[in-house]
């Protein structure tokens, strides 16, 4: 069995591979084909995983190419985590954001905005390949934003697809340990879209165990948003919804002081990722380095390979087991468009994930979902036809964004910034 990681050369490809080396026997990959223009970093990736396959006397093969129709033909499975000019796109994402005194995080707000018309068309450039060459194959994408990604091959392509995210399972994990239960016993009640969800209840083999866990998450908030101000207000949000809120909805709950910090640091993240990646590919190429490095915990990728190899473990074996995806709402979340993706639980099996029937989240937290969940759908559209009218209007609509007559000079500036990556459109 064939799977193709799209972005091989991507500093998170041992942790993938680990994930998968370690559950092979479920899971009977025969070849992995990595893809990525950057063939430096391909062949130091490629050399590691297959000193990691040595080691663990897995039987498996390592295929690496800057082609992508080669790395999708006949795949079963492909994993896309790529970034649409690199680092350096981030990081001017980021900028822009501190020269107009917004957030220009990776995935919320103007970065996350940017990110997703450089990237939508190389997705659906991905999907579209697949049709044609392994029709019958998943795409799971981790690839940023991904719940914008994700409704752009939901609604443009015939390929079926689940967008994953770590953030589900790492409330798990962390659940899990400050509880000391077994995370396979845990099920959440977990609703929204990718980085913008809430749990509203967390269930211990069957039992609701929802006050017990917000309790210790509170209690351990500091892991979660470091700085004060923040954790603070996130506290009163978790204390006053009675759910546990992503981490990322500090940029709607504590706008300011999340802004405050991010101006605050000499170094944006993407830099800060810049030197870990420089460090993390300088120990890949150790010939004596056979496992995953403890340095890769310095990226934000924890339980990363879990959650991709959770996933197509109960795909391959028809598991028909829970899990929390990304994937299309077909009603499951009432008052949002079938076509739209949403962030819930899910019922994974052979054909994919089916959103499982959720409560209707309550107006205290649908209204936010539904004001992003617009932006989303505008932002989709505006990629995938190159509008500019779509894109001010996904920007206009976005609580992040500045005021209207800023949002036209900030678009301006965007699409300039970005222009080698839209390939004509949006001029
Ligand atoms: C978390 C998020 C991912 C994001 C990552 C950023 O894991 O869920 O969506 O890509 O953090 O990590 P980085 O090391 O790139 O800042």
Redesign the pocket.
């Known amino acids: 069995m064939k799977l193709a990681i799209i972005g091989g050369g991507s500093s998170y490809s041992p942790e993938l591979l680990d994930g998968l080396f370690a559950r092979i026997d479920q899971i009977p990959v025969s070849e992995v084909w990595l893809m990525d223009p950057d063939e430096k970093r391909l062949e130091i990736n490629a050399a590691f995983a297959r000193r990691m396959i040595r080691h663990r006397g897995v039987p498996c093969s390592i295929h690496v190419t800057t082609r992508l129709e080669e790395a999708l033909k006949e795949a079963r499975y492909a994993i896309t985590q790529i970034r649409v000019g690199q680092m350096a796109a981030r990081i001017a994402d980021e900028k822009l954001g501190l020269k107009y005194g917004i957030v220009g995080q ?2 919320t707000g103007l970065g996350g905005f940017a990110c997703a018309l450089r990237t939508i068309p190389r997705i659906l450039e991905i999907a579209h390949l697949m049709e044609e060459v392994a029709p019958d194959a998943f795409l799971i994408n ?1 690839t ?1 934003p ?1 719940g914008i990604n994700t409704e752009a091959v939901i609604k443009h392509s015939k390929i079926r697809t689940v967008g994953l ?3 589900p399972i ?1 409330m798990i994990m962390d659940a899990s340990k400050h509880l000391n239960y077994d995370p396979a016993g845990v099920t959440m009640d977990y609703v929204g879209l990718n ?1 913008l969800s809430w749990v509203r209840h967390f269930y211990y083999k069957g039992e609701d165990v929802t006050d017990a866990v917000l309790e210790k998450f509170i209690e351990h908030a500091r892991l979660e948003w470091e700085e004060e101000d923040t954790r603070n207000n996130m506290i009163e949000a978790i204390r006053r919804l009675g759910m546990f809120c992503n981490y990322y909805l500090q940029y709607y709950y504590s706008t300011d002081t999340a802004l405050r910090t991010i101006q605050h640091k000499t170094k944006t ?1 993407g830099e ?2 810049l030197e ?1 990646e420089n460090a993390l590919f300088a120990k890949y190429q150790d010939e004596s380095l056979s496992e995953k490095p403890e340095e890769l915990s ?5 339980h ?1 390979s879990t959650a991709a190899f959770h996933l197509v473990e109960a795909i391959e074996n028809n598991r028909q087991s829970r899990q929390v995806v990304c994937c299309r709402n077909n009603g499951a979340v009432p008052t949002f468009d079938d076509d739209v993706a949403v962030e819930v639980s899910a019922i994974i099996g052979k054909d994919g994930a089916k959103a499982i029937q959720q409560q209707a989240p309550a107006p205290s937290i649908r209204g936010l979902m539904q004001l992003v969940k617009a932006y989303e759908s505008l932002t989709v559209e505006a990629a995938v036809k190159g509008d500019r009218d779509a894109a001010y209007e996904a920007m206009l609509l976005h609580p992040l964004m500045p005021n209207a007559g800023l949002c036209t000079k900030l678009l301006d500036e965007l699409l300039e910034i970005n222009a080698p990556w839209l390939q004509g459109t949006f001029f």
Do not use: L, P, S
């Open positions: 990776e995935t981790f940023n991904a995210c770590n953030v790492g980085h993240r800060e990722v870990v310095k990226r934000g990728g924890a990363y």
